[in-house]
């Protein structure tokens, strides 16, 4: 396969959505970023939206097609669900093979691929690659975006030896054994493939030198455009009397909403009026952490709720400080790449993250404190040194911050990509 010939890119994931119906993420703004380098990029997700459940209307053909920006997305029909049970399952199944149904059209169409980049977070998107790559003889791509199934073991969904986690890990395995590369967003997918014995050194069939990483990011372009013309009118964030700390993402207990809760209620104790902490979000215990903290009389954190990801930018870029969840597991010391860490960065703001994390870029990039085994008291502690530090001091924090997101940026991102291809090519 040369050069010139891999430039048509076919991406399979599951969950993308144009700007228009979601929170474009990842593969939008790769795909935009890669189109402007001279490349023909065509992505396949369903038509169920996993972000709202909404279910876009397909045509004749059994897809949707959206074109803008050098994104060029097709919806293919795929099973409704609208919670984790069964109809999830089919909704995973449905996908891989009106995936295969609508690449025929496509090829018709647009003509064949050059390479085939399939990326979980469902995992028949990588088998689905793989065979398209195996039809049109050219290379495959996966790419892990979270690790199936030790994710899944550490939430307590499934058993660490049941049937099922090791029938997804053989299923995985099996996958990386027939692509050509492998892209982690975590940065120590190398010592996970070497921890499974998967590669070449301990008798598996993975080359060391095909295994990439590529974390999440921060379409800085788009950010930017939106900070400036989506914000959000706040009686917290426009008081600029307050040291206002924000949260954004999912309200669970899982991601520790209580720690929050005990931080504001010892800010409180010890009289720092002026520290608000906003949560922005939705989840399953929103409610639950609103009654909390009424039942506690606490004036000091505040449930904000849902907000449209439009607005995030501009939400994060007028605070003073900001907060990341516990939300962290065993096989993050394969290293952690959360979509909100780089939202953060790009606002250019002193980040706190309540535990310890493999290949940290927060603390030892000079961008905030990471806290081992916290409790509100530590967590209080953490935020009243920011809000009392020195102004040159907190500052520094600010830059290293932003300087971090200029090195995620997912322009930066896609030249890495090129290079994959390049590599591949040779």
């Known amino acids: ?35 402007r380098d001279g490349y023909d990029v065509y992505v396949f997700a369903g ?16 897809y949707k097609e959206y074109n803008d920006d050098g994104f060029h997305l097709f ?10 049970d069964i109809h999830r399952i089919l909704n995973i199944i ?18 064949k691929p050059g390479i085939v980049y399939s990326s979980t977070m469902t995992p028949l998107a990588l088998a689905a690659g793989n065979k398209l790559a195996k039809k049109y003889k050219v290379k495959s791509i996966n790419e892990t975006r979270d690790i199936i199934p030790e994710g899944f073991v550490t939430k307590g969904t499934f058993k660490e030896h049941g049937i099922i986690a090791n029938t997804l ?24 493939i070497e921890d499974m014995k998967w590669d070449v050194e301990h008798g598996g069939k993975i080359r060391n030198d095909r295994i990439y990483n590529i974390n999440n990011g921060v379409d800085r372009e788009r950010s930017i455009y939106n900070e400036e013309h989506y914000i ?19 309200i669970r207990f899982f991601n520790n909403m209580p720690i929050f809760i005990d931080a504001a209620k010892e800010l409180k104790n010890r009289g720092y009026g002026n520290i608000k902490i906003l949560l922005w979000g939705s989840g399953i215990k929103i409610e639950d952490t609103k009654k909390a903290i009424a039942d506690l009389g606490l004036d000091n954190i505040v449930v904000k ?41 790009q606002a250019g703001r002193p980040i706190i993250v309540p535990t310890l994390l493999a290949d940290s870029m927060v603390e030892s990039n000079g961008c905030g404190m990471e806290l081992d085994n916290p409790d509100g008291k ?23 911050s932003a300087k971090m997101a200029e090195k995620f940026d997912y322009k930066v991102h896609a030249k890495s990509l090129e290079k994959i291809f390049d590599d591949l090519s040779e």
């Open 305 to 345: 709720g849902f907000v449209d990801k439009e607005y995030i930018p501009s939400i994060v870029k007028r605070s003073n400080l900001c907060l990341m969840t516990t939300n962290f597991s065993c096989v993050d010391k394969y290293g952690a790449s959360p979509n909100k860490l780089f939202d953060y960065f």
């Open 169 to 192: 890990r053989r299923y995985m395995h099996r996958m990386y054994d027939k692509a050509d590369a492998l892209i982690f967003t975590m940065s120590k997918g190398k010592d996970y």
């Open 378 to 400: 530590k967590l209080a502690d953490a935020i009243i040194r920011f809000a009392t530090m020195d102004k040159d001091e907190y500052q520094k924090y600010c830059e290293n």
């Open 47 to 62: 038509n169920v939206l996993h972000s709202t459940g909404k279910v876009l209307e397909v045509g004749k053909d059994g």
């Open 1 to 35: 396969m040369t050069k010139k010939e891999i430039k048509k890119v076919w991406i399979i994931s599951h969950h993308t959505t144009s700007p228009k119906d979601g929170p474009s993420g990842r593969h939008y703004a790769i795909s935009k970023y890669l189109a």
């Open 232 to 250: 959000l009118p706040d009686e917290h964030l426009d008081d600029g009397s307050l040291f206002n700390v924000v949260y954004c993402g999912s």
């Open 94 to 111: 449905s996908f891989y093979f009106s995936t295969l149904k609508t690449s025929k059209k496509i090829e018709k169409k647009y003509g």
């Open 75 to 84: 919806h293919t029909k795929v099973h409704e669900y609208h919670k984790n």
